[in-house]
Each structure stands twice: as structure tokens, then as C-alpha cells.
């Protein structure tokens, strides 16, 4: 399974490579934009009042959220660790970082759980802004990592754009997954389905012997040690937990934990 979840981040990274690459050339313009879902949730407000899409989003926007959103119902986050381009480039970035410095770096308890809660401040505040302060342009790109750095100079980069996709993947280096824990929007859309997601890990306590690798492994920090089934809104279903773990069949994947 690790193998074809590498395949498959190998194959959506590329393709957004390849388009930023058509992009600089001149070949095309420079829309991974196009295939952004969360430009499908910021598309509804307009679609819904005016029936018109806000600047370059289109239907395929909101085809695309409705894709991710029925997948989370399925299989939790596993858009985040599978398919999501940015969210490969962090989790390679954290590994790295934990060979450089042989340890994963986590946050105070209370400053992680506080800063996780940003994310909604992003969920929301960026279709107000997009709507009232920048007019139905989609001015979230001077600010938004993906958008910076898959299109390297896209509209309405700026200077500092550079420095927030460089501070994020600096981030990233040293806490896992930084963007996606504490900023991502789409991320906090996903969260209630995800809690909700019938594909999830299962461990079974009659052959677990608690000795605790599968929360070491996990990127997210979740105690699947503690859990009977891992309902955590930021599980990826990335399987890194059942790959660490030593005792066959302790932790596997259900539905509905069953
Ligand atoms: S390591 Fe396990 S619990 Fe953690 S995100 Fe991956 S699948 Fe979910
Ligand atoms: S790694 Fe496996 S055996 Fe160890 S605590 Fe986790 S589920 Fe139990």
C-alpha cells in the first residue's frame, strides 16, 4: 500500500509540475487554479446569488469540491495524503527534516489546539474578503502556498508571496504538515466529514501490545495507541501507523471500525 499511495502522490505532483512547467514556457497559462477544489467552495456564494463564477473559477471548481468532499465521507483525509500535491510536498519536506535533525518538533498541547483552530479563520475569511475588500477577485493567491508555488509568479503574486511559500515549507521541515494542521481552509472544510469518514484504522486490543510505535509513526500526531478506532478529523488514512506497527494484524482498516 505504501508503494501505490506513492504512486498515486507521484502522479498528481507531476501533473501539477508539468503544468507549472507548460506554465513558465508560455505553452499555457498558469491555472492550477483550474483543478483547485476549495475555488469550487469559494465559487458558491457567487453561483448561488448571481448564478456566475467569481474570476476564473468554473463548474469544474465545484465538481472537484464535491469529488473531495464525497471522498472524505468515504475514506477521511485520505485527499490530503494521497492526491493533494502540497500536502506530498510537506509530508517529503518532514521526513527530511526528521533525518536532519532526528526528531519531529510538535507544539505546546494548548498553543497546537488553539493555532489549529486558524484554519476556520481561513475558511471563512476568505470568501468574505474575496467578495467585499478584493471585489470578486480571487486575491487569496498572493497568500495562498499552493497557488504560489505551483504557478511561481501566477496573478496577483507579489514579493512576499515568495516569502510565505518559503516560510511555509521552512515550517514544514520542522513541524509536520504545518500548512495543513494550522492554516489550510480546505483542510477545515473537510474536518466534520472527516470525523464522519466510514473508512477508517481499527486496532485490536486482544494482539496490541501498547508499545506505542503507531503514534511515533503517525505525522499527525494522533494516539492511535489509545483509540479502539481512529475517527480523528486529520487522519489521512496513510497507513503509516499499520506500516510501523510490528504485530500482524494489531492495527488494520475497517469500515466503521468494524
Ligand atoms: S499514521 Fe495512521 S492514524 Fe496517523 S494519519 Fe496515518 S493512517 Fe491516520
Ligand atoms: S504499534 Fe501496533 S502493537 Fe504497538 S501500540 Fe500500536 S497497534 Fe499496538
Not at 112 to 125: C, G, Q, T
Not at 213 to 238: L, Q, W
Request: aromatic share 12%; charged share 20%.
Amino acid at each position: 500500500m505504501k508503494v501505490l499511495r506513492t504512486l498515486v502522490q507521484v502522479l498528481f505532483l507531476g501533473g501539477v509540475v508539468a503544468l507549472l512547467l507548460r506554465g513558465l514556457a508560455g505553452h499555457t497559462p498558469n491555472t492550477c487554479e483550474y483543478y483547485c477544489p476549495f475555488g469550487g467552495l469559494v465559487a458558491l456564494y457567487p453561483l448561488a446569488r448571481y448564478k456566475a463564477y467569481a474570476c476564473a473559477l468554473t463548474e469544474l471548481n465545484v465538481a472537484l469540491l464535491v469529488s473531495v468532499l464525497v471522498l472524505t465521507v468515504v475514506s477521511k483525509k485520505s485527499f490530503c495524503g494521497w492526491v493533494c500535491p502540497l500536502g506530498t510536498v510537506q509530508e517529503w519536506l518532514g521526513r527530511l527534516g526528521g533525518k536532519l535533525f532526528r526528531r519531529r518538533f510538535r507544539l505546546p498541547k494548548g498553543v497546537d489546539r488553539v493555532l489549529m483552530n486558524l484554519r476556520y479563520v481561513v475558511l471563512i475569511a476568505v470568501p468574505v474578503l474575496t467578495f467585499t475588500v478584493w471585489k470578486f477577485d480571487l486575491g487569496f493567491r498572493a497568500y495562498d502556498p499552493f497557488y504560489i508555488l505551483f504557478t511561481w509568479g501566477g496573478h496577483e503574486t507579489a514579493a512576499f508571496s515568495f516569502y510565505i511559500v518559503i516560510g511555509v515549507l521552512a515550517a514544514a521541515l520542522l513541524i509536520p504538515f504545518f500548512w495543513c494542521r494550522y492554516l489550510c481552509p480546505m483542510g477545515a472544510a473537510m474536518d466534520p466529514l472527516s470525523r464522519a469518514g466510514a473508512l477508517r484504522i481499527r486496532r485490536n486490543r486482544d494482539t496490541c501490545t501498547d508499545c506505542g510505535e503507531c503514534d511515533k509513526a503517525c505525522p499527525h500526531a494522533i494516539p492511535v495507541s489509545r483509540v479502539d478506532e481512529v475517527t480523528a478529523r486529520n487522519c489521512t488514512n496513510c497507513l503509516d501507523c499499520i506500516e510501523e506497527c510490528p504485530v500482524e494484524g494489531a492495527l488494520e482498516l475497517s469500515w466503521f471500525g468494524k
